[in-house]
Nanobody, 123 residues
């Protein structure tokens, strides 16, 4: 499976962006997608979100809960990360990653990673 993240860009604080994670080589339904990010000079953070499944509800990290929302378009084999009310501290390279095991995503060790997309939030 291959993952391709896109949709990054520059936005002012309070603005919105929508990131996309296109899954190719397999069906999106087989995988749990986790969004991660790495800010300049900092360790990778995440997962920021994971869709519901395996008896678990949709997960959002405290840092993005209430501002970020995930959705899936199965016809396009794509998961989206809608980011609203962006803050300067959201500036980072964002990655989508996947695994068939939700727990591995939750533990931050998914087996498949896409390239990153840069989000810059100016205050």
């Amino acid at each position: 499976v291959q993952l391709q993240a896109s949709g990054g860009g520059s936005v002012q604080a309070g603005g919105s962006l929508r990131l996309s994670c296109l899954v190719s080589g397999s069906s999106l339904d087989r995988y749990f997608i986790g969004w991660f990010r790495q800010a300049p000079g900092k360790d990778r953070e995440g997962p920021l979100s994971i869709r519901s499944g395996d008896g678990n509800p949709t997960y959002y990290s405290d840092s993005v809960k209430g501002r970020f929302t995930i959705s899936q378009d199965r016809a396009k084999n794509t998961e989206y990360l809608q980011m609203d009310n962006l803050k300067s501290e959201d500036t980072a390279v964002y990655y989508c990653a996947a695994d068939t095991m939700r727990l591995k995503v939750r533990l931050g060790v998914p087996g498949y990673w896409g390239q990153g997309t840069l989000v810059t939030v100016s205050s």
